[in-house]
Structures are given as structure tokens and as C-alpha cells.
């Protein structure tokens, strides 16, 4: 499995960005996307995941803003920002829980990682 993420640049407070985090290799394999986010001298943060099965969550401090949703079509899993604040500035990172049994065939769950986009938010 392997991820691109693309679609971060600067905006201005109340604006909107779509995040893109494209997937290619095994997608079958794939349980679960999330989007992550760091911001300068700050941890990692979740900020929404989509399961498989479509199930969605959110960070609160993005919930109501923020929509994850996936294209199955395109192998695509987005991330609409809206109502941008300057406090969403970081570098946004996509992953993917991807599913596998091993060679003794016990249960594994990889966390692959796409490279990161930055998003500025302007006040």
C-alpha cells in the first residue's frame, strides 16, 4: 500500500481546502484512513479517520468543519476543511491501517504513511 496526500497551501481564516490522499497497492487490504496533522512543536494529532465500512470520527476540535469521506472509484480519501482558522495551520498527514495475516498467520495491522501536506491558515 502506498499513499500521496496533496491539496495543502495557504488560505485565509473562514476558507475552505480539500485534502486528497490517493491509495494504490493493496486496497482491499486497507481497514481503516485517517488524517493526522502536526503543527510546529506540537505532537500528532488524529483529526478524522473513515473506517471500510464508512464509519466516520472526528477530533473535536474539528468537528462540524471538517468532512472525511472516501471515492472507492478512485482509490481517493478526502478531507473537506471548511471554516478554516489559523489554528488548523500544520502539516496534514494521511495513514492507512492496512490488514494482514503473517506467516504464522496471526493477525497484523500496519499503519502505513503518506508524506505530508501543509496547510496555512492566514488571520
Known amino acids: 500500500v502506498q499513499l500521496q496526500a496533496y491539496g495543502g497551501g495557504l488560505v485565509q481564516a473562514g476558507g475552505s481546502l480539500r485534502l486528497s490522499c490517493a491509495q494504490c497497492?493493496?486496497?482491499?487490504?486497507?481497514?481503516?484512513t485517517t488524517w493526522y496533522r502536526q503543527a510546529p512543536g506540537k505532537e500528532r494529532d488524529m483529526v478524522a479517520a473513515?473506517?471500510?465500512?464508512?464509519?466516520?470520527n472526528y477530533a473535536d476540535s474539528v468537528k462540524g468543519r471538517f468532512t472525511i469521506s472516501r471515492d472507492n472509484a478512485k482509490n481517493t480519501v478526502y478531507l473537506q476543511m471548511n471554516s478554516l482558522k489559523p489554528e488548523d495551520t500544520a502539516v496534514y498527514y494521511c495513514?492507512?491501517?492496512?490488514?494482514?495475516?503473517?506467516?504464522?498467520?496471526?493477525?497484523?495491522?500496519?499503519?502505513?504513511w503518506g508524506q505530508g501536506t501543509e496547510v496555512t491558515v492566514s488571520s
Open positions: 473513515i473506517t471500510s465500512g464508512g464509519s466516520t
Open positions: 495513514a492507512a491501517d492496512r490488514y494482514y495475516k503473517d506467516y504464522a498467520y496471526n493477525d497484523v495491522v500496519e499503519k502505513v
Open positions: 497497492g493493496s486496497i482491499s487490504s486497507i481497514t481503516a
